[in-house]
């Protein structure tokens, strides 16, 4: 008698054992995988901001889809302007000259940044979700801007954390709030990872 209750002791002893270390574990555990693939999303993020903006570079505004953006990079050209005479010279009496050169997007853009431009559109952690992006113009006192907006929101590549449950371990997460740049209602590109 005296040798089951000690086995069954020892059998509750184990369990509290077990329970204690996992829940020490998995806020450590959950706080790691956050800042990971959060870093991961934003990395992208960056990636394609700097692709939004070599876009706006070249046709005046954003992207509005991933298809636009890969077919123009690909394939559009940017323009070097190349000014010859000194324009802030008051000595300068010859004539001032400007010789634009088109550079191909995907050459001097692209190449030097290792951006791959067909898998560029897909969060990272996921099994192919894409990035959702908007585009549009917007009067911003009183002149027309371009704004784009591109983000994915938490739960989508959380993964197991991506659960309200795991809000009580950081008071700011909620997995559903977006990462993201940009704003539909105002020219800014900052990410919320920024502010």
């Known amino acids: 008698m005296r040798l089951v209750i000690n086995l069954i002791l020892v059998v509750l002893a184990a369990a509290l054992v077990y329970v204690l270390i996992s829940t020490i574990q998995e806020p ?3 706080k790691a995988e956050k800042e990971k693939r959060e870093r991961a999303v934003i990395d992208k993020l960056m990636t394609v901001r700097i692709a939004q903006e070599a876009f706006r570079s070249i046709k ?3 992207a509005p889809s991933f298809d636009s953006l890969e077919y123009v990079l ?3 050209s940017f323009a070097v302007v190349k000014i010859i005479g000194d324009p ?4 300068f009496t010859g004539e001032i000259t ?3 050169t088109m550079l191909p ?14 898998s560029l ?3 990272p952690f996921t099994n192919g979700v894409a990035f959702e992006i908007q585009a549009d113009t917007i009067t911003y006192q009183s002149t027309t801007v371009p704004v784009v907006e591109v983000g994915v929101r938490r739960k989508l590549f959380m993964g197991d954390y991506g659960k309200e449950r795991f809000a009580r371990y950081d008071a700011k997460y909620n997995p559903n709030s977006p990462i993201k740049f940009g704003d539909m209602n105002a020219p800014n ?3 919320n990872w920024e502010r």
């Open 189 to 191: 590109l900052a990410g």
């Open 98 to 100: 400007y010789d634009t």
């Open 105 to 118: 997007a995907k050459d001097s853009m692209i190449n030097g940044l290792n951006i791959s431009l067909d």
């Open 74 to 76: 690909n394939n559009d």
């Open 88 to 91: 802030d010279d008051p000595n």
């Open 121 to 123: 559109r897909f969060v």
């Open 60 to 62: 005046g505004g954003f």
């Open 28 to 30: 450590i555990a959950f």
